[in-house]
């Protein structure tokens, strides 16, 4: 399934993979934090999309993540 990472306040869309994994990524992105090269976040919320394409339904999983405020005020 299409996996995306979306900034909540910004909208920003920071990675998109692909998981045959949903439940467990989703597990995972709900644990301490989520840590990408710029940045740590937390887990907001997520959506389960579906659209067509190509004359197909598919799914898509968006990840919203809001940044990790316990980060930002001990650096």
Same mark, same amino acid.
């Given at each position: #399934?299409?996996?995306?990472? +979306? !900034?909540?306040?910004? =909208?920003? $869309? +920071?990675?998109? #993979? +692909?998981?045959?994994? +949903?439940? =467990? *990524? *989703?597990?995972a992105v709900k644990g301490e934090n989520v840590t990408f090269?710029? =940045?740590?976040?937390? /887990?907001?919320?997520?959506? %389960?999309?579906? /659209? *067509?394409e190509n004359d197909v339904y598919r799914q898509e999983l968006?990840? /919203? %993540?809001? $940044?990790?405020?316990?980060? !930002?005020?001990? *650096?």
């Open positions: #399934m299409n996996v995306i990472f +979306v !900034l909540t306040a910004t =909208g920003e $869309e +920071v990675l998109e #993979m +692909v998981s045959n994994d +949903v439940a =467990g *990524l *989703l597990a090269p710029f =940045g740590s976040f937390k /887990y907001d919320f997520h959506t %389960l999309d579906h /659209y *067509l968006v990840i /919203y %993540l809001k $940044e990790d405020l316990q980060q !930002l005020t001990s *650096l």
